[in-house]
Nanobody
Framework: QVQLVDSGGGLVQPGDSLRLSCTTSGRDFSTNAMGWFRQAPGKERECVAALSGIGSRTYYADAVQGRFAITRDNAKNTVYLQMNSLKPEDTAVYYC???????????????????WGQGTQVTVSS
């Protein structure tokens, strides 16, 4: 059974940092494209960061460019989302997602992803 387990969310103040983790099991995602999405109340799910299967090509949404970073540690079967300089508008449920696609492309459409984590709440508020 393939599982993606998201963790690391919480309540933080504006300007703080958080690191989200996505630990995978049941399938080797080490050369598969991965992504982080978020969904705020009343809004559609959006891709905030994506990582290619090989070559470490990355994508960031304009709203998080320069503040967020997606990385992976294949030895730990984990993908991370480092979030710095958090803003109230970053408040959302964050989801890790994995594809079956390897290669040097990243993917930003949710329909491209085959596996999803359960989500972790990030709340940025003073």
């Amino acid at each position: 059974q393939v599982q993606l387990v998201d963790s690391g969310g919480g309540l933080v103040q504006p300007g703080d940092s958080l690191r989200l983790s996505c630990t995978t099991s049941g399938r080797d995602f080490s050369t598969n494209a991965m992504g982080w999405f978020r969904q705020a109340p009343g809004k559609e799910r959006e891709c905030v960061a994506a990582l290619s299967g090989i070559g470490s090509r990355t994508y960031y949404a304009d709203a998080v460019q320069g503040r967020f970073a997606i990385t992976r540690d294949n030895a730990k079967n984990t993908v991370y989302l480092q979030m710095n300089s958090l803003k109230p508008e970053d408040t959302a449920v964050y989801y890790c997602a994995g594809t079956v696609h390897s290669g040097n492309s990243y993917y930003i459409l949710s329909g491209t992803y085959d596996y999803w984590g359960q989500g972790t709440q990030v709340t940025v508020s003073s």
